[in-house]
C-alpha cells in the first residue's frame, strides 16, 4: 500500500522489507519497540536438560546474534535487554549479556554433563515470514554443542 502511494506510513514493517523500501526511496524512522523475538525454555520438568541454567547459558553463548541480526533481519532490530526506556526498572547501564562465545557454550556443556549432547524440540510460529529461517538458523548454530533440535 505504501509502495502504491494508498497510505502516507506504515508501522511494524517486516524487516525483509526495511531495505528495498529505503533503496525505493521512503523515509525510515526507528521507534523503540520490545524484542519479540526470544527463545524460551518449557521448565516445568526438571529432567531435561535446558532445565540446567548451564545448559541455557551455553545455548546463549552459541548463538552469533549480530550476524543474526544482519543477515536473517536485515540490520534492523537490535541486540538488547528486555525493558525499554519508558518502563518500570530499565536501567541504561545493562547491556546484553552473552556475546557469541563457541568455546564458552562447548565448556559450559561438557560442565554440565552434555559434552555429547542430547535432542532439543523447538516450536516455532510458523504464520511469521521470518521464524523458518530463524529456526533453521538455531538448528545449525547448536549443532556446534551437539544439540539436536528437532523442528
Do not use: C
Request: hydrophobic content about 45%; proline content about 9%; glycine content about 6%.
Amino acid at each position: 500500500m505504501l509502495q502504491a502511494g494508498e497510505v502516507d506510513m506504515i508501522t511494524q514493517t517486516p524487516w525483509t522489507s526495511v531495505a528495498p523500501l529505503e533503496e525505493a526511496g521512503f523515509a525510515r524512522v526507528d521507534v523503540p519497540m520490545p524484542h519479540d523475538v526470544a527463545l524460551q525454555f518449557n521448565l516445568l520438568d526438571p529432567d531435561v536438560p535446558w532445565a540446567d541454567v548451564s545448559v541455557r547459558q551455553a545455548i546463549n553463548y552459541a548463538i552469533e546474534k549480530e550476524a543474526l541480526i544482519d543477515q536473517l533481519f536485515g540490520g534492523v532490530p537490535q541486540e538488547g535487554v528486555w525493558l525499554l526506556p519508558w518502563e518500570l526498572g530499565y536501567d541504561p547501564s545493562l547491556k546484553p549479556a552473552y556475546p557469541y562465545d563457541l568455546e564458552m557454550a562447548q565448556q559450559l556443556m561438557a560442565d554440565a554433563g552434555y559434552a555429547d549432547g542430547f535432542d532439543m524440540p523447538l516450536y516455532y510460529p510458523t504464520f511469521m515470514e521470518w521464524a523458518t529461517d530463524l529456526a533453521d538458523y538455531l538448528t545449525s548454530a547448536l549443532q556446534a554443542t551437539n544439540v539436536n533440535v528437532e523442528l
